[in-house]
C-alpha cells in the first residue's frame, strides 16, 4: 500500500495535525499519490507547508515505514 491511501485508511479521521494532513492530501487532486518521501517532501514545501505540516509528514512516514517493515517481515517468514 502506497502512502497516500495509508494515510489515508489510517489517519483520515484523527483529530491531529497527522488527521489534518490526511484531509488535506485527500482534498488536493494535485497531491503526489504515488510519490516516494522526497517527492512528497519538495512537494509539500513547494505549497508552503508549515512546518506543524513538515513535522506530521515526518512522524506519518516514519510510521508508514515501520508499518510497511513489519508487514513484509510477516510475509517472509
Known sequence: MNFYRWMLKKHSNDHAPVGDLARDMKGDKQFPRDGDKA???VYLEGCGACSGCIDA???AWAEYERER????????S
Open 69 to 76: 517493515s513489519r508487514t513484509e517481515a510477516c510475509k517472509s
Open 39 to 41: 517527492k512528497i517532501q
Open 57 to 59: 509528514f515526518e512522524k
